[in-house]
C-alpha cells in the first residue's frame, strides 16, 4: 500500500514548455486533489475530482488542466510553462471513512510533492 | 467563499514547555471540518489532528489539542511537552462537508513557523 504517489518529485522547465505531474493512489478514494504551495503560503486548490468522471475548478485554475483518467489516476498539465506557475505541487485523495447521520467523516492523505522551476 | 486566517507567521518556545497557535476561520456553512496540518522541511503534509463542527467536545490526539469555538470561529491548537520534532510549519486547514459524499477540497491558511528551542 504505497498511499498517494507523485511523480516526478523535481522538475526544471524553461518558459513554454508543457509537462505533466502524474498521481496515482491505491486505496480506492473517490475524490483527489491537486494544489499548489508558494513562499509563505499555504496550500491552494488549483482542480479537484469529486469523483471518477468528474473535475472541477478550484482558487487558482488558470494555466493547468487536469485529467482523472480512472479512479487511481489524476494528472495535472501545464500547457505552456510560466515562471509564475514556480511552486511546490501535491496531490492528495480523500477517503470517506464513515457516515454519522448525514455527516460523512474524511480523511485526507497527501503525496509527497512535486518542486517545479520554471525559467 | 471561506477564509482561514492564521495571525502568528512564527512562534518559538523553549522544550518541554506548551504553546498554542491560533486560526480563526469565516464560513455561512453550518456543515464542516477543521483541521491542522504539520509540515517538517521534508515537506510532507501530515495530519495533526481534526474536529468535526457538529461536535462539542474538543478533539484531542496525545500531546495536542484543540480549542473550537464555532460561535467565535477560532480554532486554536494547543501542543504540551513540546518537542524538538514539532519544529515545522502548522497549518490550519477548513473543508465543506458534503452529504452527498464528494467534498470540494481543503482551504489553508498561510501557516505558522513553529521552532521548538533546546
Known amino acids: 500500500n504505497a498511499g498517494v504517489t507523485q511523480t516526478p518529485k523535481f522538475q526544471v522547465l524553461k518558459t513554454g514548455q508543457s509537462m505533466t505531474l502524474q498521481c496515482a493512489q491505491d486505496?480506492?478514494?473517490?475524490?483527489m486533489y491537486w494544489y499548489r504551495q508558494d513562499p509563505g503560503m499555504g496550500l491552494r486548490l488549483i482542480y479537484y475530482?469529486?469523483?471518477?468522471?468528474?473535475?472541477d475548478k478550484g482558487e487558482v485554475p488558470n494555466g493547468y488542466n487536469v485529467s482523472r483518467l480512472n479512479k487511481r489516476e489524476f494528472s495535472l498539465r501545464l500547457e505552456s510553462a510560466a515562471p509564475s506557475q514556480t511552486s511546490v505541487y501535491f496531490c492528495?485523495?480523500?477517503?470517506?471513512?464513515?457516515?454519522?447521520?448525514?455527516?460523512?467523516?474524511?480523511?485526507?492523505?497527501f503525496g509527497p510533492g512535486t518542486r517545479l522551476t520554471v525559467t | 467563499a471561506q477564509t482561514v486566517t492564521q495571525s502568528q507567521p512564527e512562534m518559538s518556545v523553549q522544550e518541554a514547555e506548551t504553546v498554542t497557535l491560533s486560526c480563526t476561520y469565516d464560513?455561512?456553512?453550518?456543515?464542516?471540518?477543521l483541521f491542522w496540518y504539520k509540515q517538517p522541511p521534508s515537506r510532507q503534509m501530515i495530519l495533526v489532528i481534526r474536529?468535526?463542527?457538529?461536535?462539542?467536545q474538543n478533539a484531542t490526539e496525545n500531546r495536542f489539542s484543540v480549542n473550537f469555538q464555532k460561535a467565535a470561529k477560532s480554532f486554536s491548537l494547543k501542543i504540551s511537552d513540546s518537542q524538538l520534532g514539532d519544529t515545522a510549519m502548522y497549518f490550519c486547514?477548513?473543508?465543506?462537508?458534503?452529504?452527498?459524499?464528494?467534498?470540494?477540497?481543503?482551504?489553508f491558511g498561510k501557516g505558522t513557523h513553529l521552532i521548538i528551542q533546546p
Open positions: 492528495a485523495s480523500i477517503l470517506l471513512s464513515g457516515l454519522a447521520g448525514r455527516r460523512a467523516i474524511y480523511e485526507q492523505y
Open positions: 486505496m480506492n478514494h473517490n475524490s
Open positions: 475530482s469529486a469523483s471518477e468522471g468528474t473535475t
Open positions: 464560513t455561512s456553512e453550518n456543515n464542516y471540518y
Open positions: 474536529q468535526e463542527a457538529y461536535k462539542q
Open positions: 486547514a477548513f473543508m465543506k462537508g458534503n452529504s452527498g459524499g464528494g467534498a470540494d477540497g481543503l482551504t
